[in-house]
């Protein structure tokens, strides 16, 4: 049982490029996030979807797709990369925010240079 | 509004208590959590409390909720080296599909 894996672990970006995040969970969770990690800022929260073809904006949506066709996948996308995207990104599932655990993955380190 | 704040550094000596407060402001949050990050790796979840109790005590942990201040806190007794970590404060409501946390709490263990 892997939980919530996400990949790549760590990448370097040059401002313009677009690349995708991968999050898979084999929980069978309905409920994935998207969140990134800033110091000072806490954790802030780019999308979500509530059930396989759905997603929905968060606080940060800006410069960020999302797309959710499979159950156990939540891709996010940068079209075009710039430096204030320089972030840990994390994603995480739920089965349902009401009384239940969030399960997060290790994290992916994004640099914009 | 969904804002939550937390101090940002908390220093204690090993041995002493812990207390890490937070605020909400969304009356309408039903569930409360904290959940802890340790470094270089992601949020776990410590313990969560509704928001029809007052307090929740689990082993070392006791989470306190004042519903009408909006004010949560955690107590973490006999504070040992490996609670070092970050701590965040979290809600949810009860019709909501999100998760929003405070911008956590660094807790710093004196020796």
């Known amino acids: 049982n892997a939980g919530v894996t996400q990949t790549p672990k760590f990448r370097v970006l040059k401002t313009g490029q677009s690349m995708t995040l991968l999050c898979a969970q084999d929980m069978n969770h309905e409920y994935m996030y998207w969140y990134r990690q800033d110091p000072g800022m806490g954790l802030r929260l780019i999308h979500y979807s509530v059930g396989e073809g759905t997603t929905a904006k968060g606080e940060v949506p800006d410069g960020y797709n999302v797309s959710r066709l499979k159950k156990q996948n939540f891709l996010l996308g940068l079209e075009s990369a710039a430096p204030s995207q320089t972030s840990v990104y994390f994603c995480?599932?739920?089965?349902?925010?009401?009384?239940?655990?969030?399960?997060f993955g290790q994290g992916t380190r994004l640099t914009v240079v | 509004g969904e804002d939550v704040e937390q101090s940002l550094f908390l220093s204690v000596r090993e041995g002493d208590s812990s207390v890490i407060n937070c605020t909400y402001t969304?009356?309408?949050?039903?569930?409360l959590y904290w959940y802890k990050q340790e470094p270089g790796a992601g949020l776990q979840l410590l313990t969560y409390?509704?928001?029809?109790?007052d307090m929740k005590q689990d082993q070392r942990l006791t989470v306190l909720l004042n519903k009408k201040d909006k004010h949560l806190s955690l107590r973490i007794a006999d504070t040992q080296t490996g609670d070092s970590a970050i701590y965040f404060c979290?809600?949810?409501?009860?019709?909501?599909?999100?998760?929003?946390f405070g911008k956590g709490t660094r807790l710093h263990i004196l020796p």
């Open positions: 995480a599932s739920s089965y349902s925010t009401a009384n239940t655990e969030a399960f």
């Open positions: 409390i509704f928001s029809n109790m």
């Open positions: 979290a809600h949810a409501g009860n019709r909501d599909d999100k998760i929003i």
């Open positions: 969304d009356s309408s949050s039903t569930y």
